[in-house]
């Protein structure tokens, strides 16, 4: 199952990305996954679940979003959809394509959440207002 340790890596740049912005937490991870990737999207969120503890994505959702397999022709220099086992044109049904997409794993984007001056300011409030009230 090297779909744990894809999201082993996954998690090092989430934790990366995280840390350069200033999250307190990441509350989504969204991926983009080709039918071509090699990683079978069901295993690879059973192994997110796994990866993502103790992080600051240990609450966070995976999204996969199913990207299609596109081409290009050589014959005729259009490009279409095509099915992963069958790379033919959808356009003149030429066999000579080049793969344009469908075999990415991306991480499009996640969702974080960071703290105001405010929210952080609040709790030591009510310890000043705690404090007041005991003296």
Do not use: Y
Not at 6 to 17: F, G
Not at 83 to 98: F, H, I, Q
């Amino acid at each position: 199952m090297h779909e744990l340790a894809v999201c082993q890596a996954l998690m090092e740049q989430v934790e990366s990305i995280a840390l350069e912005e200033q999250a307190d937490s990441v509350v989504a991870v969204h991926l983009g996954i080709g039918p071509l990737s090699g990683v079978e999207p069901r295993l690879l969120e059973q192994a997110f679940f796994i990866a993502r503890a103790g992080s600051i994505a240990a609450e966070a959702e995976l999204v996969i979003e199913n990207l299609p397999v596109r081409i290009s022709c050589d014959q005729c220099g259009q490009t279409s959809d095509a099915l992963p086992a069958r790379l033919l044109c959808g356009v003149c049904g030429n066999w000579r394509t080049k793969l344009v997409s469908g075999d990415e794993l991306q991480l499009q984007h996640m969702e974080l959440v960071r703290q105001t001056a405010d929210e952080l300011a609040e709790p030591e409030a009510d310890i000043q207002q705690q404090h007041e009230r005991v003296n």
